[in-house]
């Protein structure tokens, strides 16, 4: 069994910043694209960013403002995210994709993050 687990989220400013936190628990044979999605009532879940080794992917939407990281050998990933806005506010998901020996994903039960003043 795999767990994903995120912390991190709450309340903020605009332009404020938090970093969220997702750690991986089990077994994850293979190489796995990490990453944060996010969601808002009504709406479908869209992809924030991605890291696979080095290589870093954002939406466009946050591009400039969040900052992935991961630690394969862990199994942990991050999302700092800075100058927060309003329309960043969300439930946000971490998932592990096997890209490599396999093709599960895995998803975490969410994390709330609300940009309000």
């Known amino acids: 069994q795999v767990h994903l687990v995120e912390s991190g989220g709450g309340l903020v400013q605009p332009g404020g910043s938090l970093r969220l936190s997702c750690l991986a628990s089990?077994?994850?044979?293979?190489?796995?694209?990490m990453g944060w999605y996010r969601q808002t009532p009504g709406n479908e879940r869209d992809l924030v960013a991605t890291?696979?080794?080095?290589?870093?992917n954002y939406s466009d939407f946050v591009k400039g403002r969040f900052t992935i990281a991961g630690d394969h050998d862990d199994n942990t990933v991050y999302l700092q995210m800075d100058r927060l806005k309003p329309e960043d506010t969300a439930v946000y998901y971490c998932?592990?994709?096997?890209?490599?020996?396999?093709?599960?994903?895995?998803w975490g039960q969410g994390t709330q993050v609300t940009v309000s003043s």
């Open positions: 998932n592990f994709r096997q890209i490599i020996g396999g093709s599960e994903t895995y």
């Open positions: 089990g077994n994850l044979p293979g190489i796995y694209e």
């Open positions: 890291i696979i080794g080095d290589d870093e």
